[in-house]
T-cell receptor, first 113, second 114 residues
Framework: GNSVTQMEGPVTLSEEAFLTINCTYT??????LFWYVQYPGEGLQLLLK?????DKGSNKGFEATYRKETTSFHLEKGSVQVSDSAVYFC????????????FGKGTTLSVSS | GAVVSQHPSRVICKSGTSVKIECRSL??????MFWYRQFPKQSLMLMAT?????????EQGVEKDKFLINHASLTLSTLTVTSAHPEDSSFYIC??????????FGPGTRLTVL
């Protein structure tokens, strides 16, 4: 079936460290891929997305590249800040009308100064 | 992006009572609404999909008689947790269906059942 697997957390980093959160997927067809972020006490916000193979999504210093050959969409940031502390969710869309996103379990990132 | 509101943002109720959660799409018409549940430190799990003017479709394991969904208009969908119990305590999130590949989410409602 269709699914998203992302690395277990929590991930604890010092400010300005390099971040990678791994995400792999299983899906039929040609899904779109997303990273959502959930800050403490808030709802989900779209962080970035990619709709086809080799696309790179980027926002706020975060990047992820849609790799069809490895079925991956790893999230990276070169230098994290304390304000990046949040839960990050990888998700896919099957691009079928009326179908919901499929989410990974989420990875908690904690950045200390 | 689309603006989605939920009310209330937090609710505490006694076991056995019913709680209604409203979800409004403020700047577009949503023919479909997804309702998710998120337990602490876990992912979002789709509960049901509602379509304006018709019955909702529930995911396996979700009791349709316990989680009543009404999608009476293109801008409002409600989720009623009937006879709530402590195990229903969770974060409930709505998300209007979109014609694009991007979904937007409401800010969520935290339900605590004592």
């Amino acid at each position: 079936g269709n699914s998203v697997t992302q690395m277990e957390g929590p991930v604890t980093l010092s400010e300005e460290a390099f971040l990678t959160i791994n995400c792999t997927y299983t899906a039929t067809g040609y899904p779109s891929l997303f990273w959502y972020v959930q800050y403490p006490g808030e709802g989900l916000q779209l962080l970035l997305k990619a709709t086809k193979a080799d696309d790179k999504g980027s926002n706020k210093g975060f990047e992820a590249t849609y790799r069809k050959e490895t079925t991956s969409f790893h999230l990276e940031k070169g230098s994290v800040q304390v304000s990046d502390s949040a839960v990050y969710f990888c998700a896919l869309s099957l691009n079928q009308a009326g179908t919901a996103l499929i989410f990974g379990k989420g990875t908690t990132l904690s950045v200390s100064s | 992006g689309a603006v989605v509101s939920q009310h209330p943002s937090r609710v505490i109720c006694k076991s056995g009572t019913s709680v209604k959660i409203e979800c409004r799409s403020l700047d577009f018409q949503a023919t479909t609404m997804f309702w998710y549940r998120q337990f602490p430190k876990q992912s979002l799990m789709l509960m049901a999909t509602s379509n304006e003017g018709s019955k909702a479709t529930y995911e396996q394991g979700v009791e349709k008689d316990k989680f009543l969904i009404n999608h009476a208009s293109l801008t409002l969908s409600t989720l009623t947790v009937t006879s709530a119990h402590p195990e229903d305590s969770s974060f409930y999130i709505c998300s209007p269906g979109s014609d694009t590949d991007t979904q937007y989410f409401g800010p969520g409602t935290r339900l605590t059942v004592l």
